[in-house]
């Protein structure tokens, strides 16, 4: 089914043994699962076509595609591959519901992750579990188990890295976060470091001031999830844990001054939030599934006339991956219908605050009319599923219109009789 590549050179001799070591464990465990290595040295065309810059490289394969195959970074040991493959091709984390499960992870192994949430469908377990695919040295679990959290002495979404020992090493009970993103090599990091530092000593018990390295490639999710780019560095963001608002410093310069005053203007609650949206692409509605953003969103969705079937999705979610290529030949099978638009949008990319987010990909049917109630799909993810959901919707939404055309013309014709 999936298929690592690994460019080989004279020096990658101990990583392809690891390589090798883990494709033999694997083959009785998950034998679907095919270990391939490749020395490109002679092979330019498929360096160039899968843009091979150095040495050795991993990457994963799915379901046979070629397109989009996932860097496998920073890997190095046989047992990391196979915790590796596994949390791409299986869950990334450990569903814990008791205080036995939550033991058991910890002491596993030298350190262990969990993430103690209120609830497990919102976005900060969905950066949660990707980050738990890309970090395969240690194990992690997560729970919104009322009784786990209070064994722990948790009230908050918390992030927790345990010792073996069972002594928390990081603990993360303050909700609101800020975050500086921006390179450790630069020119301009230690006065920036600095400033940063003074502002941190400040709101100490209130806000958690996090360092973001723009040069460590394992930061990319963080980067998306913030829709940080290159040009934006160095950049400053505050997120609240709880509700995943998301509020940007208005001042460019990193300055003590500029973050105290951010800080503050956040905690008084003046703050703005900070609501992203891509530009509207100029062929948004020239294939079947149209491409919604943050700036033609309410305008499509809500227009009372058209109902809206809508995928909800992150580019770099394998689930929707997988989805993407079904939701389109959802939409050529309505791209005929005139009263169903069938969309998607990126939500990593726009900020929608008329829909409650859930866990990626995820559905919503906004039916046409004034009186509308926003659907969420709760089905199997399969093209038949969407089509007999979107039918039975459109019946139940015409069903009433029929019955009031019906009453309409019975009115009318008592009406005519009686004068």
């Known amino acids: 089914m999936s298929s690592p590549d690994v460019s080989l050179s004279q020096s990658s001799q101990n990583l392809s043994e690891e390589f090798a070591e883990a494709a033999r464990q694997l083959k009785t465990e998950a034998p679907r699962i095919q270990f391939g290595k490749i020395d490109v040295t002679h092979q330019h065309d498929l360096r160039k076509e899968f843009n091979i810059r150095e040495f050795p490289t991993v990457k994963f394969f799915v379901d046979g595609s070629r397109e989009d195959p996932i860097d496998c970074k920073g890997v190095r040991q046989a047992s990391a591959f196979i915790t590796w493959v596994k949390r791409r091709t299986g869950p990334s984390t450990v569903l814990i519901n008791s205080t036995d499960q939550a033991e058991a992870i910890i002491h596993a192994d030298n350190l262990a992750v969990i993430g103690f949430f209120k609830e497990l469908h919102n976005d900060s377990v969905a950066v949660f579990c990707e980050a738990a695919r ?23 979404n918390t992030l927790v890295v345990f010792k073996k020992t069972s002594v928390k090493i990081f603990d993360v009970p303050v909700e609101n976060h800020i975050l500086l993103f921006t390179p450790k090599n630069s020119a301009t990091f230690n006065a920036i470091y600095e400033n940063y530092k003074s502002a941190a000593a400040e709101f100490r018990g209130k806000i958690m001031f996090v360092l973001v390295d723009t040069n460590e490639t394992r930061n990319g999710r963080v980067f998306e999830y913030f829709r940080i780019r290159d040009i934006d560095v160095p950049a400053v963001r505050i997120l609240n844990l709880t509700s995943d608002a998301k509020y940007k410093m208005p001042a460019d310069e990193v300055t003590a001054e ?27 509605d020239k294939m079947p599934v149209k491409v919604l953003v943050g700036k033609n ?4 969705v809500f227009n009372k006339t058209m109902t809206v079937f809508v995928m909800f999705y992150a580019p770099w979610s394998f689930d929707c991956r997988k989805l993407l290529p079904i939701w389109d030949k959802l939409g050529e099978q309505y791209e005929s219908r005139k009263d169903i638009i069938i969309a ?22 906004f039916p046409a009319g004034p009186d509308y109630q926003e659907v969420a799909y709760a089905g199997e993810h399969t093209l038949e599923a969407f089509s007999e959901f979107l039918e039975e919707q459109s019946k139940t939404k015409a069903e009433p219109e029929e019955k009031k055309s019906f009453d309409d013309n019975s009115n009318r014709d008592r009406h005519m009789l009686f004068n």
């Open 134 to 156: 890309d970090v395969p040295e240690m194990p992690f679990g997560m729970t919104a188990s009322e009784d786990v959290c209070a064994n722990y002495g948790i009230q908050k």
């Open 258 to 284: 500029n973050l105290k005053e951010f800080c503050q203007s956040y905690l008084n609650g003046k703050a703005k939030l900070h609501l992203s949206s891509e530009d509207i692409p100029e062929d948004w």
């Open 297 to 300: 969103f309410n305008r499509i």
């Open 344 to 365: 998607k949008i990126d939500v990593t990319a726009n900020d929608i605050l008329s829909v409650g987010l859930d866990r990626y990909p995820f559905f919503r049917l």
